[in-house]
């Protein structure tokens, strides 16, 4: 497997546009977080799916921001409008979440630049 | 709400060293908890997943202890090299309350060996 597969690599953008971050899971893993990185705060969960639905999203900063998860294989994160202090690397990860729970794997991230 | 501490936030030691990195956290009801490293500008590496029935994990130079009732992890890295340097982190999944499911993390520690 290719492990979880996130892209853009890099997004350099404009204040108020909208920005989609899209992240395709390890194949057979049923739990997919989104997670993003900054300095100040370090790592952050935004929200989290199980079986592809949404279960946790209290980490998501504002109504600015929204997650999905169509199928087993696909999510989304978009930002709409984006704002200088949304910039920061987004991660996505994925795990196993039967019994026993697996390891989590993450992706490379995408680095948000919103100027 | 879990809450997970690491101790010390950063680590300079010098080649050949055996090091110990602490993790705490403040609630023990965890389904498994897990050490990543992250390189400068990089995603997280999985380094060692610990199941909560379990006390110690093995990987190569690296091993890593679970004592869930009193809410502590240790990786331990024997025979330090310069290769090792990168931030630590670690997360536990959790089990129960407000915070199931979710994967928190640490701050992380930066390590430094120097030769």
């Known amino acids: 497997d290719a492990g979880v597969i996130q892209s853009p690599r890099h997004e350099v953008t404009e204040m108020g546009q909208e920005v989609t971050l899209r992240c395709k899971p390890i194949?057979?893993?049923?739990?997919l977080f989104w997670y993003r990185q900054t300095m100040m705060r370090g790592l952050e969960l935004l929200i989290y799916f199980n079986n592809n639905v949404p279960i946790d999203d209290s980490g998501m900063p504002e109504d600015r921001f929204s997650a999905k998860m169509p199928n087993a294989s696909f999510s989304t994160l978009k930002i709409q409008p984006s704002e200088p202090r949304d910039s920061a690397v987004y991660f996505c990860?994925?795990?196993?979440?039967?019994?026993?729970?697996?390891?989590?794997?993450f992706g490379q991230g995408t680095r948000l630049t919103v100027v | 709400k879990q809450e997970v501490t690491q101790i010390p936030a950063a680590l300079s030691v010098p080649e050949g060293e055996n090091l110990v990195l602490n993790c705490s956290f403040t609630?023990?009801?965890?389904?498994?908890l897990q050490w990543f490293r992250q390189d400068p500008g990089k995603g997280l590496t999985s380094l060692l997943l610990?199941?909560?029935?379990?006390r110690e994990q093995t990987s190569g130079r690296l091993n890593a202890s679970l004592d869930k009732s009193s809410g502590r992890s240790t990786l331990y890295i024997a025979a330090s090299q310069p290769g090792d340097s990168a931030t630590y982190l670690c997360?536990?999944?959790?089990?129960?309350?407000?915070?199931?499911?979710?994967?928190?993390f640490g701050q992380g520690t930066i390590l430094t060996v120097h030769p």
């Open positions: 609630d023990s009801a965890i389904y498994n």
């Open positions: 990860a994925s795990s196993w979440a039967g019994f026993p729970r697996g390891e989590a794997f």
């Open positions: 997360a536990a999944l959790n089990a129960g309350g407000t915070s199931y499911g979710k994967l928190t």
């Open positions: 194949s057979g893993h049923n739990s």
């Open positions: 610990i199941q909560s029935s379990q």
